[in-house]
């Protein structure tokens, strides 16, 4: 049996993890159980419109090539804003010195 999956709280928990690595995020309103778009402003200033459906994350585009849908927000961003990546991987080395050096 599968159990329901609550778009907006997956967008909102989305939102919440990557916000440190953007310069915005921010979902619209719902409008139907069967998605959530999500309005992001890379750290670059890149906008990107990405809709969340049951099958991951889709960028709004009408190139083809370009609409790849991705299993998570992080994916997403990993493959389209290298600076994502950059603070990603440096707040990481930072809990991960952390951890290695208790005080």
């Known amino acids: 049996m599968d159990l329901p999956i609550d778009l907006a709280a997956e967008a909102a928990g989305a939102a919440e993890s990557i916000r440190?690595?953007?310069?915005?995020?921010?979902?619209?309103?719902?409008?139907?159980?069967?998605?959530?778009?999500?309005?992001?402003?890379?750290?670059?200033?890149?906008?990107?419109?990405?809709?969340?459906?049951?099958?991951?994350?889709?960028?709004?585009?009408?190139d083809p090539v370009e609409k790849v849908t991705y299993e998570s927000i992080e994916a997403l961003l990993d493959a389209r804003s290298p600076a994502y990546r950059d603070r990603f991987a440096s707040a990481l080395a930072a809990k991960l010195g952390a951890l290695s050096n208790p005080k």
Do not use: H, W
């Open 20 to 62: 440190a690595f953007v310069s915005s995020i921010q979902p619209r309103p719902q409008t139907t159980s069967e998605c959530v778009i999500l309005d992001i402003t890379t750290a670059e200033g890149t906008p990107i419109a990405a809709t969340l459906t049951t099958s991951g994350y889709t960028v709004n585009t009408d």
